[in-house]
């Protein structure tokens, strides 16, 4: 059906291309033809709500974003920013959430303490959107913790696997649930969660960390379902690894390390994944171009997941295996 309509589309465009190229004169039949049409065809796509010329992609929406003192939210907050959104800072870290935002001015950004497993504190940094700005567009739920590096299972403690859940599955959920109250009555809004390759792939992370990116994707799906109803989108990104202070942390090297081990493993040679890069795709998500994506999880890994399906960090010596 799709190829149909495309090719009937396709049928349509071109007799209306041969009957304009028919009604010039001669002497643009030759080669201006084609510019001409060019630049009509142009100038009318120009005009479509579907191209957006503007360099202000956030123009009066306000987003929070939990995480949002260091690493992929804080400059996913001064992208949204530089974009014309009013942004709330959700973190635990205050001195590196109140110095983004005055660096951001006032007038755009705000700071609230918010641990985001305690649903008090996640409830009042919405509220905190509301009452500051008016309303709440966008709610990125992008805090998250790695957890301890361990490969084996029999060496992890239940508490630090419960640990990593509750932030990083259990702070998802509250961030969707009261950024829902707040989207449902104007039945419009986007919820961005951070999840990971790990989303999609074992052998990449830790248990607890691959169990709860899985859990993340899961309940954006979920909740891409309910919420569809109310306008609301639901969608997550999944970025491979890129130099923050969780992912040297979690690896236990610098960020030359980081990025050079990074590099080896890569499966798309000469770019190096940034934080900006996650932080532009979740401008997308959060812009109007990406208004009929809901459901979806966007994987920012250079092709890294389609071509290697783990990182074999389970891998035993051979004389253990």
Do not use: W
Not at 110 to 132: G, R, Y
């Amino acid at each position: 059906m799709v190829n149909q309509v495309l090719i009937v589309l396709y049928n349509k465009l071109h007799a209306s291309l041969a009957l304009f190229i028919l009604r010039l004169p001669y002497a643009a039949t030759t080669t201006s033809a084609a510019t001409v049409f060019f630049y009509t065809f142009r100038a009318t796509m120009a005009g479509s709500s579907f191209i957006s010329a503007a360099t202000k992609r956030l123009e009066g929406k306000v987003a929070l974003i939990t995480g949002g003192a260091s690493g992929i939210g804080e400059i996913t907050a001064r992208v949204f920013a530089h974009h014309g959104a009013k942004v709330v800072i959700a973190d635990v870290n205050d001195s590196l959430g109140h110095s983004v935002c005055d660096s951001l001015g006032r007038d755009t950004a705000s700071f609230v303490h918010c641990n985001v497993t305690d649903e008090s504190q996640t409830k009042a940094a919405v509220a905190e959107a509301v009452s500051t700005f008016g309303k709440l567009d966008i709610m990125f739920n992008n805090a998250g913790i790695g957890g301890l590096n361990k490969t084996r299972i029999i060496d992890n403690d239940k508490a630090d696997f419960e640990r990593v859940l509750a932030v990083n599955v259990t702070g998802v959920f509250l961030g969707v649930k009261h950024a829902a109250q707040a989207m449902i009555p104007a039945r419009r809004g986007c919820i961005i969660n951070t999840a990971s390759i790990s989303s999609g792939l074992g052998g990449a992370a830790s248990h607890a960390y691959t169990c709860a990116k899985h859990a993340v994707l899961g309940l954006t799906r979920n909740a891409a379902v309910e919420l569809g109803q109310f306008g609301i989108r639901v969608n997550c990104l999944s970025p491979s690894a890129c130099v923050t202070p969780l992912a040297t942390e979690f690896v236990g090297v610098g960020p030359a390390e980081l990025e050079a081990a990074m590099g080896a493993l890569a499966n798309l040679k000469g770019v190096t994944l940034k934080a900006e890069d996650v932080a532009n795709a979740a401008l997308f998500l959060a812009g109007d171009e990406a208004r009929y994506v809901s459901g979806h999880n966007l994987f920012i890994d250079g092709g890294f997941s389609v071509v290697n399906p783990s990182f074999r960090m389970f891998q035993y010596p051979p004389e253990e295996a």
